[in-house]
């Protein structure tokens, strides 16, 4: 069975430091995909990334870049000089291609709080 | 443009009305979906529609009623709801049903009284 586990509850950082959000996740599938999600107070849960299992390639995209590590089961997310605008609760999630039920699992979620 | 539209933005209703929630996209995607959200919790699936067809049912309790009319548009049918049903309910859409990004609405809070 596919599970998504973010062992941190709640990160609190001042602006400008540097976070890891970590997630790690178990699967019995070959091909599947890692995603994260933002959620902000106002609920909206934002699409940041889609990873497929084939492609380890590390991204970055302006503050943010991701770790794909499939040797550790792990998709970790890091934000760079954080800023009060990046406080939400970020989740992880995995949808396997073949053997699962083609649906996203998510993690229990990552708190961030940013202070100014 | 990755919109998901969602009306109500918020409603309260008694545990004997009925009510419908709508999600709107126009973004071409095959397969739409309806997520319960309790506070401090992850979003728990309640239904997938793939192709207009229900394609999951995570064993959701028949006072919620899912309904896909056309490819656009996903409603969900409220009657006879209990208090502890009170939730944000979130709709996503995406491309179809194999593991594509899924792109959310701003969710419909609801409240039984």
């Known amino acids: 069975a596919q599970k998504v586990t973010q062992a941190q509850t709640e990160i609190s950082v001042v602006e400008k430091e540097d976070v890891t959000l970590d997630c790690v996740y178990e699967?019995?599938?070959?091909?599947?995909?890692l995603f994260w999600y933002k959620q902000p107070p106002s609920g909206e849960l934002v699409f940041l990334i889609r990873?497929?299992?084939?492609?380890?390639q590390n991204e970055i995209s302006g503050r943010y870049s991701w770790n794909f590590q499939k040797s550790t089961s792990s998709f970790n997310f890091t934000i760079t000089a954080s800023q009060v605008v990046d406080s939400a609760v970020y989740f992880c999630a995995l949808s396997e291609r073949d053997t699962g039920r083609r649906a996203l699992t998510f993690g229990s979620g990552t708190r961030l709080q940013v202070q100014p | 443009d990755t919109e998901v539209t969602q009306t109500p933005k918020h409603l309260v209703m008694g545990m004997t009305n009925k009510k419908s929630l709508k999600c709107e996209q126009h973004m071409g995607h095959r397969a739409m979906y309806w997520y319960k959200q309790k506070a401090k919790k992850p979003p728990e699936l309640m239904f997938v529609?793939?192709?207009?067809?229900?394609?999951i049912n995570e064993s959701v309790p028949s006072r919620f009623s899912p309904e896909c009319p056309n490819s656009s548009l996903l409603n969900l049918h409220l009657h006879a709801l209990q208090p502890e049903d009170s939730a944000l309910y979130l709709c996503?859409?995406?491309?179809?049903?194999?593991?594509?990004?899924?792109?959310f609405g701003p969710g419909t809070r609801l409240t039984v009284t």
């Open positions: 996503a859409s995406s491309q179809d049903q194999r593991a594509y990004e899924q792109y």
């Open positions: 699967t019995r599938d070959t091909t599947y995909y």
């Open positions: 990873r497929n299992s084939f492609d380890e």
């Open positions: 529609y793939s192709y207009e067809k229900l394609s």
